[in-house]
């Protein structure tokens, strides 16, 4: 079945600590792999996406992700986190061609100032 | 100012009553979709639609409908039929080959 898991559901880290949020898929075919970002009282945005070409893309705010096709994943990092990287991130996966996205259950961040 | 609009923020309704959620976009995309936002099981998608007059069911499509009239207007309705609707709702659109979806402010439906 097509799936994606975030094993971290709470993470809370100190301002200037490093950050790795883990994504695994499961899915049959190419993908393509999204970070969305909902910071308190906003809307859910894009943080970074891959589609193809290099794995390692970076996004908004000093993101970035690294997609390890043989591993099934697609973790987010961030050297140095801020009290405002606060949120709850969600990974996503798409079906080259297709419609459909599936969303994992999402990580709660939360930053200690 | 381009965007998804959403409303009402916040909808209450008594069981057994039908509702309907407004998602409208004015971003020229193609398709868009509903999904449904619960504490600790993510987004899970109930409706999406590639063109006008055309929509698919997703993962938890039943107890809702959905029309497709017009490009800019997806509308959600909650009928009585499912068994837990209090939850945040969420649209979303897209440029017709799937890029990046681009997510309204929701509504939190409260059904008493």
């Known amino acids: 079945a097509q799936s994606v898991s975030q094993h971290n559901h709470h993470v809370i880290l100190s301002e200037a600590a490093s950050l790795e949020l883990g994504c695994n898929y499961s899915y049959g075919g190419t993908v393509n792999l999204f970070w969305y970002v909902q910071y308190p009282g906003q809307h859910l945005q894009l943080l970074l996406k891959?589609?193809?070409?290099?794995?390692l893309v970076k996004g908004i705010k000093g993101f970035e992700a690294e997609f390890i096709k043989s591993k099934f994943s697609f973790n987010l990092r961030k050297p140095s986190v801020q009290w405002s990287d606060t949120a709850e991130y969600f990974c996503a996966v798409k079906g080259s061609g297709t419609y459909k996205y599936i969303f994992g259950t999402g990580t709660r961040l939360k930053v200690l100032a | 100012d381009g965007g998804i609009t959403q409303s009402p923020k916040y909808l209450f309704r008594k069981e057994g009553q039908n509702v309907t959620l407004s998602c409208e976009q004015n971003?020229?995309?193609?398709?868009m979709y509903w999904y449904r936002q619960d504490p600790g099981q993510g987004l899970r998608l109930i409706y999406y639609?590639?063109?006008?007059?055309?929509?698919q069911k997703g993962d938890i499509a039943e107890g809702y409908s959905v029309s497709r009239e017009k490009k800019e207007s997806f509308p959600l309705t909650v009928t009585s039929a499912q068994k837990n609707p209090t939850a945040f709702y969420l649209c979303?659109?897209?440029?017709?080959?799937?890029?990046?979806?681009?997510f309204g402010p929701g509504t939190r439906l409260t059904v008493l």
């Open positions: 979303a659109s897209s440029i017709g080959q799937p890029d990046t979806q681009y």
């Open positions: 971003l020229n995309h193609d398709a």
């Open positions: 639609s590639q063109i006008v007059n055309d929509f």
């Open positions: 891959y589609f193809s070409g290099d794995p």
